[in-house]
């Protein structure tokens, strides 16, 4: 279905263009020419094409969107593909580059009512208006709590990653970067956990105090 404007506060809820998920699904290969549909579980879709053969690597996308006066409007966007050489020394590193922004970012949104897909600075750099992150806009008492499962939900993937495809977790003797960036994150599970917890007990006893 066509998808009007609309606003969302948080990054979760606004359409996003996320290049490392597009590399893991397949859905952008370098070197290679895809084409697809990208949908979003709160409604709205996107069609693409990425062309990444060849230096001049571009991905190009096809959305109808519904104006304020109803009318259904048809967008296609061209958005450039940038490659740097990966920190390990071989390989490169996609990035889109928004041309709002003029800088490279591995994602990109649209909210605030914009047609486009945008750096998510853009927004307050343009309009005084900030996409949070999730954990930006959780109080004080949530934020361990949200950023609890935000965190479990990367080790739940990464396990996952080395339980269902027999990866290897180490290498000539040391850790792989994959799995010693699992087991930083299951350290920082626990100390979100201690973090949360603390924070329910401060509260339950906020509220012995109060009766």
């Not at 990464?158 to 299951?186: I, M, P, S, V």
Request: overall charge positive.
């Amino acid at each position: 279905m066509p998808r009007g404007s609309y606003t969302a506060p948080t990054t979760s809820g606004a359409e996003r263009l996320d290049m490392r998920v597009m590399l893991a699904d397949g859905s952008i290969q370098n070197g290679k020419n895809t084409k697809g549909v990208i949908s979003w579980d709160f409604g709205g879709y996107v069609q693409y094409e990425a062309h990444c053969e060849g230096e001049n690597k571009n991905l190009f996308l096809k959305y109808i969107l519904v104006d304020k006066f109803g009318k259904e409007v048809l967008h296609e966007v061209k958005i450039q593909i940038t490659t740097q050489t990966s920190n390990l020394g071989f390989g490169e590193v996609l990035y889109f580059y928004c041309n709002r922004a003029h800088r490279q970012t591995r994602v990109l949104y649209r909210t605030f009512g914009s047609t486009e897909y945008v750096h998510r600075d853009y927004y307050k750099e343009n309009y005084g208006v900030r996409l949070y992150y999730p954990c930006q806009s959780s109080s004080k008492g949530d934020y361990s709590n949200t950023m609890y499962f935000s965190v479990k939900r990367q080790v739940d993937a990464l396990e996952e990653f080395f339980n269902t495809k027999h990866r290897k977790t180490h290498y000539a003797g040391r850790r792989t970067k994959k799995f010693q960036r699992l087991q930083d994150l299951k350290l920082r599970l626990d100390y979100l956990d201690q973090k949360r917890c603390a924070a329910l007990w401060g509260q339950i006893s906020r509220m012995q105090r109060a009766f």
